[in-house]
């Protein structure tokens, strides 16, 4: 079971490989990935040097993909398929159509992963992208509930990675149509969710105010722990309300610590961590914790317990200091 962490920078990726991570996944430093954020990602150069560092401590380095081309502009998106291709990366990961057939036809030997924005979750879907463009690993979207991926996983034709720690996106994974809506800048080809010069805080008295594009969505006490402004994140006032409140969605980060055996014991091969804009030391931390949380499994698989030590570790650098496991424990159907 690998576990594959963030790396937003070289620092991190550094980080990461230090803690125990077998694997990281990063971008280039334009709108080819969603998190095309200032001081983040990768140019031809930096990746190259990632790249000699990770071979050298046997690990792995796969490139994400996971914006859509814009129509007129599609030459960019294919110069990162042939850098990934050129430079040796282990993966590449990608949702667009267009990407997978472009990288299938012109680098066969470039291992392709289907990346999470293509929302593939049954077998049907599985097998298309296996057929045609020869995937080796899909990235689950996290709607499917434990029962879900246990069953996919039985039949699947590639191997299967999930999330397994890190914030959480309501319903389609990442292809945040409110950010959108709000700044003007698709992150599905813009390459950001709360693009970062949309991005305003000001003092207010005691409090401090959060805008995204002036829409105010966060007034908070200056002293309090914040996480990247989102829209669906924000406290807002209804017409039901007096307080603003979390009408979309809480601050909240996924940790699937408990349910490890049952993810190792479905055959999920690769256990992902969210947070490529997070910091190395966050990427330090949580790295440190699954590695730890899988090594014990793997010592003794029978004997595996969740250790509260964990829990507190990861509580720490959770968004909004609160986790959950999801719709992992989701009962209905």
């Given at each position: 079971m690998e576990l594959l962490c963030p790396a937003g920078n070289l620092a991190s990726m550094k980080a990461a490989?230090?803690?125990?991570?077998?694997?990281v996944y990063l971008g280039l430093k334009n709108d080819t990935n969603a998190r095309s954020f200032a001081g983040l990602n990768f140019n031809e150069q930096q990746l190259a040097k990632a790249i000699?560092?990770?071979?050298?401590?046997n690990k792995k380095i796969f490139l994400t993909l996971n914006t859509f081309p814009k129509p007129g502009e599609e030459s960019r998106w294919y110069q990162a398929v042939d850098i990934a291709a050129d430079l040796g990366l282990d993966a590449l990961i990608v949702a667009d159509l267009s990407l997978l057939d472009y990288a299938a036809s012109k680098h066969k030997h470039l291992p392709l992963h289907l990346s999470v924005q293509a929302s593939a979750t049954n077998l049907a879907a599985l097998q298309f992208y296996k057929e045609n463009f020869n995937i080796e690993r899909a990235v689950l979207p996290r709607v499917l509930s434990m029962k879900q991926v246990k069953d996919l996983a039985k039949v699947s034709p590639v191997d299967l990675e999930v999330f397994a720690f890190g914030s959480l996106c309501i319903m389609a994974e990442g292809r945040c149509h409110?950010?959108?809506?709000v700044t003007g800048q698709s992150p599905n080809t813009g390459g950001s969710c709360s693009p970062a010069q949309h991005v305003r805080w000001q003092d207010d008295g005691d409090d401090k105010l959060t805008r995204l594009n002036e829409v105010l969505i966060e007034r908070s006490s200056k002293d309090q722990h914040l996480g990247y402004p989102v829209v669906c994140k924000g406290r807002y006032l209804s017409e039901h309300t007096h307080e603003p409140q979390h009408?979309?969605?809480?601050?909240?980060s996924l940790n699937t610590l408990s349910l490890l055996p049952e993810?190792?014991?479905?055959?999920?091969?690769?256990l992902k961590i969210e947070g490529r804009q997070?910091?190395?030391a966050y990427v330090a931390q949580v790295a440190k914790v699954w590695r730890e949380a899988i090594d014990s499994y793997l010592r003794s698989p029978e004997?595996?317990?969740?250790?509260?030590?964990?829990?507190?570790a990861l509580a720490k650098v959770s968004e909004?200091?609160?986790t959950t496991l999801g719709v992992y424990a989701r009962q209905w159907q």
């Open positions: 490989f230090n803690a125990g991570a077998d694997a000699v560092l990770a071979k050298k401590q409110l950010s959108s809506y009408l979309l969605e809480s601050p909240t993810l190792a014991q479905a055959g999920i091969r690769s997070r910091s190395p004997q595996f317990v969740s250790q509260a030590s964990w829990d507190q909004g200091q609160i």
